[in-house]
Protein backbone atom coordinates (compact mmCIF):
# COMPACT_ATOMS: atom_id res chain seq x y z
CA UNK A 1 0.00 0.00 0.00
CA UNK A 2 0.87 3.21 -0.79
CA UNK A 3 0.18 6.30 1.21
CA UNK A 4 -0.97 9.88 -1.29
CA UNK A 5 -1.44 13.42 -0.92
CA UNK A 6 -2.35 16.27 -3.04
CA UNK A 7 -1.94 19.57 -2.54
CA UNK A 8 -2.18 22.35 -4.88
CA UNK A 9 -5.66 23.56 -4.87
CA UNK A 10 -7.39 26.47 -4.48
CA UNK A 11 -9.39 29.21 -6.03
CA UNK A 12 -9.02 30.56 -9.85
CA UNK A 13 -10.17 32.77 -12.15
CA UNK A 14 -11.03 31.46 -15.90
CA UNK A 15 -8.16 31.38 -18.19
CA UNK A 16 -5.48 30.86 -15.13
CA UNK A 17 -3.41 27.95 -13.96
CA UNK A 18 -2.50 25.57 -10.97
CA UNK A 19 -0.61 22.87 -10.29
CA UNK A 20 -1.59 19.91 -8.62
CA UNK A 21 0.92 17.59 -6.16
CA UNK A 22 0.61 14.40 -4.82
CA UNK A 23 3.26 13.11 -2.73
CA UNK A 24 3.12 8.79 -2.27
CA UNK A 25 4.86 7.58 0.77
CA UNK A 26 5.19 4.13 2.35
CA UNK A 27 6.50 2.02 -0.81
CA UNK A 28 8.46 2.61 -3.77
CA UNK A 29 6.72 4.93 -6.03
CA UNK A 30 8.30 4.13 -9.08
CA UNK A 31 6.46 1.02 -9.03
CA UNK A 32 3.39 2.32 -9.37
CA UNK A 33 1.20 3.97 -12.23
CA UNK A 34 -0.28 7.08 -11.34
CA UNK A 35 -3.50 8.93 -12.53
CA UNK A 36 -5.19 11.58 -11.38
CA UNK A 37 -9.45 12.05 -11.34
CA UNK A 38 -11.87 14.57 -10.30
CA UNK A 39 -15.72 14.32 -8.77
CA UNK A 40 -18.14 17.21 -8.79
CA UNK A 41 -20.65 17.29 -6.16
CA UNK A 42 -23.69 14.99 -7.31
CA UNK A 43 -21.19 13.56 -10.25
CA UNK A 44 -18.97 10.13 -10.92
CA UNK A 45 -15.72 9.93 -9.90
CA UNK A 46 -14.20 10.77 -13.91
CA UNK A 47 -10.38 10.02 -15.27
CA UNK A 48 -8.29 12.99 -16.07
CA UNK A 49 -5.01 11.95 -16.96
CA UNK A 50 -2.87 9.17 -16.77
CA UNK A 51 0.77 8.11 -16.21
CA UNK A 52 3.18 4.91 -17.07
CA UNK A 53 5.73 3.97 -14.27
CA UNK A 54 8.38 5.98 -15.69
CA UNK A 55 6.70 8.53 -17.18
CA UNK A 56 7.17 7.55 -21.07
CA UNK A 57 3.14 6.79 -21.46
CA UNK A 58 0.67 9.43 -20.56
CA UNK A 59 -2.99 9.73 -21.54
CA UNK A 60 -5.70 12.15 -21.23
CA UNK A 61 -9.41 12.44 -21.08
CA UNK A 62 -10.41 14.32 -23.69
CA UNK A 63 -12.17 17.55 -21.97
CA UNK A 64 -8.65 17.94 -20.71
CA UNK A 65 -6.24 16.97 -23.56
CA UNK A 66 -4.37 20.48 -24.65
CA UNK A 67 -5.00 22.04 -21.01
CA UNK A 68 -3.53 19.83 -18.58
CA UNK A 69 0.01 17.75 -18.07
CA UNK A 70 0.07 14.72 -16.40
CA UNK A 71 4.27 14.04 -15.00
CA UNK A 72 5.95 12.61 -12.26
CA UNK A 73 9.49 13.18 -10.51
CA UNK A 74 10.50 9.16 -9.27
CA UNK A 75 13.08 11.10 -7.61
CA UNK A 76 11.16 12.98 -5.22
CA UNK A 77 7.78 10.29 -5.43
CA UNK A 78 5.68 13.05 -6.57
CA UNK A 79 2.95 13.06 -9.34
CA UNK A 80 1.78 16.47 -10.86
CA UNK A 81 -0.77 17.69 -13.13
CA UNK A 82 0.30 20.88 -14.82
CA UNK A 83 -3.75 22.80 -15.27
CA UNK A 84 -3.68 25.93 -17.62
CA UNK A 85 -6.74 27.73 -19.33
CA UNK A 86 -8.28 26.36 -16.39
CA UNK A 87 -12.66 26.50 -17.16
CA UNK A 88 -15.49 26.78 -14.33
CA UNK A 89 -16.06 23.40 -15.47
CA UNK A 90 -13.02 22.13 -14.46
CA UNK A 91 -14.22 22.80 -10.55
CA UNK A 92 -13.87 19.70 -8.65
CA UNK A 93 -12.19 17.20 -5.74
CA UNK A 94 -9.06 15.91 -7.59
CA UNK A 95 -7.72 12.49 -6.55
CA UNK A 96 -4.77 11.19 -7.64
CA UNK A 97 -4.45 7.67 -7.32
CA UNK A 98 -2.04 4.41 -7.49
CA UNK A 99 -1.41 0.98 -9.41
CA UNK A 100 0.78 -1.40 -9.69
CA UNK A 101 0.70 -2.42 -13.37
CA UNK A 102 1.02 -5.66 -14.95
CA UNK A 103 3.20 -4.14 -17.64
CA UNK A 104 5.43 -1.60 -17.08
CA UNK A 105 4.68 0.67 -19.79
CA UNK A 106 0.76 0.34 -18.78
CA UNK A 107 -1.74 3.16 -17.93
CA UNK A 108 -5.24 3.32 -16.35
CA UNK A 109 -8.05 5.22 -16.97
CA UNK A 110 -10.85 3.63 -14.67
CA UNK A 111 -11.19 4.12 -11.12
CA UNK A 112 -11.75 0.69 -10.32
CA UNK A 113 -8.17 -0.02 -11.64
CA UNK A 114 -6.51 1.99 -8.57
CA UNK A 115 -5.73 0.37 -5.46
CA UNK A 116 -4.89 3.34 -3.50
CA UNK A 117 -6.22 6.62 -3.26
CA UNK A 118 -5.27 10.08 -2.09
CA UNK A 119 -7.54 12.77 0.26
CA UNK A 120 -7.99 14.90 -2.57
CA UNK A 121 -7.79 18.76 -3.09
CA UNK A 122 -10.27 21.37 -4.11
CA UNK A 123 -10.00 22.85 -7.26
CA UNK A 124 -12.39 25.84 -7.90
CA UNK A 125 -12.53 27.71 -10.95
CA UNK A 126 -14.29 31.25 -11.30
CA UNK A 127 -15.85 32.95 -14.18
Known amino acids: QVQLVESGGGLVQAGGSLRLSCAAS????????MGWFRQAPGKEREFVAA????????YYANSVKGRFTISRDNAKNTVYLQMNSLKPEDTSVYYC????????????????????WGQGTQVTVSS
Open 26 to 33: GRTFSYYA
Open 97 to 116: AAHVPTYGGSIYTRPYEYDD
Open 51 to 58: ISMSGDNT
